[in-house]
């Protein structure tokens, strides 16, 4: 069976400070993989997708990065934090770009 | 540009009682439709998908509706539990474009034992 794995599960961090979280997918081969953001009263918002390796689609101009640097890896960086940054983030995995997508447990990132 | 649209933002209702919960979308081109549920602090947990062709799927005591004419979806639940407490989440998938998921901002349910 399918698992996706994110840590860390929490995360405080000073304004200014550099950020990764990691995504991971076990029991499947060449996911599309998700990074979503949902802030308090905004809803989830996708940040950035990717359907292959090396390939990452952007949805919002913003102040964060992601790469996939293997198949089932997938990656969520700034290199300086703002505020506005604080959220709930969660990545998520599908067989095809429209299909079913299984979320994973999310990381709490709030920026002081 | 696909937006979704779900009311009321809160429900509250007495343990037993059948519920309805409200999800819109603004374009009617939609290949397929999610109902997600997510409990505090945690991910989201699929619960049912309908497809563009399809009228409504059911598991168990759920049963979610599809109208694209009206723009409408609904989630049936039947018989509620006080473990149904949650946010329930729709998110359309439109045939054009490049967003995979759009969401609402959710429907946050209480089931009072």
């Known amino acids: 069976s399918q698992t996706i794995h994110q840590w860390p599960a929490t995360l405080v961090q000073p304004v200014g400070s550099p950020l990764s979280l990691e995504c991971t997918v076990e029991?499947?081969?060449?996911?599309?993989l998700y990074w979503y953001r949902q802030a308090a009263g905004r809803g989830l918002q996708l940040l950035f997708y990717?359907?292959?390796?090396?390939?990452i689609s952007s949805e919002v101009p913003q102040n964060l990065s992601a790469s996939r640097p293997q198949d089932r890896q997938f990656i969520l960086s700034s290199k300086k934090l703002l505020l506005s940054d604080s959220g709930f983030y969660l990545c998520?995995?599908?067989?095809?770009?429209?299909?079913?997508?299984?979320f994973g447990p999310g990381t709490r990132l709030t920026v002081l | 540009k696909q937006e979704v649209t779900q009311i009321p933002a809160a429900l509250s209702v007495p343990e037993g009682e059948n519920l309805v919960l409200n999800c819109s979308f603004t374009?009617?081109?939609?290949?397929?439709l999610q109902w997600f549920r997510q409990d505090p602090g945690k991910g989201l947990t699929s619960l049912l998908l309908?497809?563009?062709?399809?009228r409504e799927q059911t598991s168990g005591r759920l049963n979610a509706s599809l109208d694209k004419s009206s723009g409408r979806s609904t989630l049936y639940i039947a018989a509620s539990q006080p473990g149904d407490s949650a946010t329930y989440l729709c998110?359309?998938?439109?045939?054009?474009?490049?967003?995979?998921?759009?969401f609402g901002k959710g429907t946050r349910l209480s089931v009072i034992a």
């Open positions: 990717s359907v292959g390796i090396g390939q």
């Open positions: 374009d009617s081109a939609i290949y397929n």
């Open positions: 998110a359309a998938t439109t045939t054009q474009g490049n967003t995979p998921l759009v």
């Open positions: 998520a995995w599908s067989v095809q770009n429209l299909d079913t997508q299984y």
């Open positions: 029991g499947t081969s060449n996911p599309n």
């Open positions: 309908i497809q563009s062709s399809q």
